[in-house]
């Protein structure tokens, strides 16, 4: 069967199986599988059939570790990614049982799929990319790589921006505070400077300021020093 023919039908058959439709003797396929040619044909169409019943098939090895997967998601594109380690393909293409436990392993994660988009839905996120791994050392990974839904990801910069705008209203008024602060001490000391003033000269010039009233105004501070003037002179006059 050739690859053609295996990508159309959507079946595979193994090397072994090939090999036993010879009536006798050695057959032209067996002869292709000692030169190499057959067996790299059956890996080529074990391929196309794996592409047909998956999808997207990438032969490649992947590391376990966090920047390998990162760079393989940040490389992939939609849910149905599928990716095989060369050697692993290979036992896949030879070995019926090989063959089936790696197939199972990629309907499962394909059964999976819906599970995993449902719980990041839920969470305010979507899949950009997600897929399947199967590594050198037979070891299966599933990835999902993505980001925060457009609706969740205007709603946080929504509230971004609103407390932003608090903090900006809570130093406003907390700069607007400290200089009303600020004034208020400024004229408490200018205050206190006037009435040391005031009782300096009264006592400079021997005056009574016993009854002198303190204001916080130059009119009121002013007209106290009036009315204590002329309280001093009546008890002169008495």
Request: proline content about 3%; hydrophobic content about 35%; glycine content about 6%.
């Amino acid at each position: 069967m050739s690859v053609a023919e295996v990508a159309a039908s959507g079946t595979y058959r193994y090397p072994e199986q090939s090999r036993n439709t010879a009536a006798a003797g050695i057959s032209f396929l067996e002869q292709l599988y000692k030169t190499g040619e057959a067996e790299n044909s059956a890996l080529e169409a074990y391929q196309q059939y794996l592409k047909q019943r998956h999808g997207d098939l990438w032969v490649q090895d992947v590391g376990h570790d966090q920047s390998s997967m990162d760079r393989l998601g940040a490389s992939t594109s939609g849910t149905g990614n599928v990716v095989i380690a060369p050697n692993i393909l290979r036992q896949m293409a030879d070995d019926p049982e090989k063959a089936a436990y790696y197939e199972g392993q990629i309907r499962h994660y394909f059964d999976m799929l819906p599970k995993y988009q449902a719980e990041l839905s839920m969470a305010g996120f979507e899949i950009h990319s997600s897929g399947i791994v199967i590594h050198a050392d037979g070891t299966v990974t599933h990835y999902c790589s993505g980001d925060l839904k457009p609706e969740v990801r205007a709603r946080i910069n929504a509230q971004i921006e609103a407390e932003e705008q608090a903090k900006l209203k809570r130093r406003k008024r907390f700069l607007q505070l400290a200089e009303e602060a600020a004034a208020e001490r400024k004229l408490q000391l200018e205050i206190a400077c006037r009435r040391r003033s005031i009782t300096e000269m009264l006592e400079s010039h021997g005056e009574d300021n016993s009854h002198l009233f303190y204001a916080d105004t130059p009119q009121k501070l002013i007209s106290s020093i009036l009315a204590a003037k002329a309280d001093g002179a009546l008890r002169r006059l008495s």
